[in-house]
């Protein structure tokens, strides 16, 4: 993830900046960089690398300027050198960006037509043309700002600092955080409290959509409608900055929050967005054409997500999958084919029984290939290759960024394991890791959705049992769904395969049993219709998650509506996955449940 600083201070400004970024080096970066104004003249210094490779560059040229902004790069677009380390610089202003601007494509061309010339392959890059453009046709920084941030989709955080505004900084969020410093004449930026923490404890965290104007002595908060807000500043403790749940009550509800940034870096370590193909970090030890089958195997979450993969894998790949909880495949002495893949999923990497089962399958002279969050881990360490997910540290003993970004690997995975037994053709990869591009964007709408969640949380809470339905990838969805609540709320609930459900479940809807539907717009739409039907004839009570106004066409008066955007159904699992979680974090909530660390559970299971 990357980190972004800024300081409106009193003196140099430069050193402050990099010890800043110092602190925000847990989130992983591969380059860095400073720019000031000195008499309110721009410059910057990059370096590719750790931090100490750009302070050697400031001990031989340094920046003397009291306004800068600063920047630890995690490089999503283009390879992470000087040239795309940020900030990114016009003679107008230079930018901090942390996150993907998912119409960068269509932007570039807009400008390269308006004759604008690139230095670099980022997509951070048009910003600073976007805004120098505007300014040039007589805006001033802010008025530039505020026309170019409505043109801007995906999800993002910026930082601004323009030549000749030695009191100015300009910071926007639309997704990854975003918080402002109060100092004593003296002004802050900083992607979390962390960073802020020797500078200030006074903190105000910008709202989903904010941005924010900032002097020495002011901050004016704007809205995404351009509307000037209060924001509430919060007094930071100390203990606070070691372990920073941002302006969230628990882990889990930051971690829900951080999936359009975490995804979005898990998907830019697999995905090459200019040339739309997909380009793993590794080279693989095997060959996809030489399986004729795949292994998987993990526990509780990170098994739905394996579970998930296995209809990608079939359908991209045609590789058929075998897939088992962990504690059941390390003693069924399965058969495994000679020199066959197994595909191990683990967010802490430790997991007792997934890890016995890596080793049998190496015992076994199977290829392992490791799907974990935590890379320093055992399973890392035994596998053969590891592609990682980045989701960063997961605190919350509910799964839910490590989920979906080993979502984003495995989506990954499979168009790469289509592609090379030639099952996708290139149009067909293009199409799907573009589809794969938007989900940070999507998932970031769907986060909006949390009024609602909270609304029908509330009623959800009364409930003693409840069933969770879905077809397709979105069944194995269903199953953590069921899960997620489980876990926190302890609310009694099961997954099912809708078109199970007349099979047996079907015996116990009556109007005490709310359904959660899961049903995007996709080519198995209408046969979860005629359950949803199924389940209304019986007084079941329908909570519906799929796209705005489909419940009616399918002909039903659910209890509530869960209205998602347009999607391809392909990522569909990944972005239907915030409603899921939300609905099981509100839902504890509202019960008074300790979400963080429910009763018996544990984060990391290293025990049978
Ligand atoms: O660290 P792992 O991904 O191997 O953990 C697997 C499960 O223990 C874990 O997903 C568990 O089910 C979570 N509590 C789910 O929220």
Not at 374 to 385: D, F, K
Not at 439 to 464: C, D, F, Q, W, Y
Not at 568 to 590: E, G, K, N, S
Request: aromatic share 6%; charged share 25%; net charge negative.
């Amino acid at each position: 993830m990357c980190g972004i600083v800024g300081i409106l201070g009193k003196q140099a400004v430069a050193t402050d900046i990099v010890d800043a970024l110092r602190r925000l080096e847990y989130r992983g970066y591969d380059s860095a960089g400073v720019a000031t104004l000195e008499d309110g003249k721009l410059s910057r210094r990059r370096a590719e690398g750790k931090l100490k490779n750009l302070e050697t560059v400031l001990s031989q040229r340094p920046l003397n300027g009291a306004i800068g902004i600063g920047h630890t790069r995690w490089a999503t677009h283009g390879r992470p050198n000087e040239e795309n380390a940020h900030p990114h610089a016009t003679d107008k202003l230079a930018v901090v960006h942390n996150g993907i601007i998912e119409n960068f494509r269509e932007l570039r061309e807009e400008l390269i037509e308006k004759g604008r010339r690139f230095e670099s392959q980022t997509d951070t890059e048009i910003v600073a043309h976007l805004v120098t453009v505007e300014m040039e046709a007589g805006k001033s920084p802010v008025e530039a700002v505020g026309a170019v941030l409505p043109r801007l989709r995906g999800a993002f955080a910026l930082a601004f600092l323009f030549t000749g505004e030695t009191d100015l900084l300009i910071g926007a969020r639309r997704g990854p955080p975003l918080a402002v410093g109060h100092g004593d004449g003296e002004m802050y930026l900083g992607s979390d409290a962390l960073a802020l923490g020797p500078f200030t404890s006074r903190v105000t965290y910008l709202d989903e959509g904010d941005w924010a104007i900032l002097t020495r002595h002011s901050v004016e908060f704007r809205d995404e409608k351009n509307r000037v807000v209060h924001r509430p500043t919060q007094i930071v403790t100390p203990s606070a900055f070691l372990v920073d749940k941002g302006n969230h009550r628990h882990f889990m509800a930051k971690e829900i929050h951080e999936q359009p940034e975490v995804v979005g870096h898990t998907l830019s370590t697999y995905l090459d967005p200019i040339s739309g193909r997909v380009a793993l970090p590794s080279t693989l030890p095997f060959d996809f054409r030489d399986l004729d089958r795949i292994t998987i195997t993990a526990c509780g979450t990170a098994y739905y997500a394996g579970l998930i993969a296995k209809y990608w894998f079939e359908q991209f790949a045609r590789l058929p999958v075998d897939i088992d909880v962990a504690s059941e495949f390390r003693y069924r002495e399965a058969p495994l084919p000679a020199k066959g893949l197994m595909i191990v999923v683990s967010q802490s990497g430790e997991t007792a029984d997934t890890l016995a089962s890596l080793r049998y399958a190496r015992q076994n002279g199977q290829h392992i290939l490791s799907v974990v969050n935590v890379q320093t881990s055992t399973i890392a360490r035994e596998s053969h290759v590891v592609t990682p997910t980045i989701a960063g540290p997961e605190m919350g003993v509910a799964s839910t960024k490590a989920f979906t970004c080993q979502l984003a690997t495995l989506a990954a995975l499979a168009i790469y394991a289509g592609r090379a037994r030639g099952h996708l053709s290139e149009t067909e990869e293009r199409r799907l890791v573009d589809a794969l591009m938007t989900v940070p964007g999507l998932m970031n709408e769907a986060l909006k959705r949390e009024h609602a969640i909270e609304t029908l949380s509330r009623e959800l809470s009364k409930a003693r049992d409840v069933l969770y339905l879905g077809r397709g990838t979105n069944f194995p969805l269903a199953l953590e769904g069921a899960l997620k609540l489980k876990e926190i709320s302890y609310i009694h609930a099961e997954g099912y395969a809708a078109g199970e459900l007349k099979h047996g479940p079907i015996a116990l809807i009556d109007e005490d049993m709310p359904v959660i539907v899961i049903a995007p717009r996709d080519g198995i739409f209408e046969k979860t219709a005629s359950n949803m039907q199924e389940v209304a004839a019986r007084a079941g009570r329908i909570i519906f998650i799929g796209e705005g106004g489909m419940a009616g066409e399918a002909g039903v008066h659910p209890m509530a509506e869960i209205a998602m955007p347009a999607m391809d159904p392909f990522v569909a699992p990944i972005v239907y996955a915030v409603p899921i979680q939300l609905i099981a974090y509100h839902t504890a909530l509202f019960m008074g449940k300790d979400v963080d660390q429910p009763r018996n559970l544990a984060k990391s299971v290293t025990v049978e």
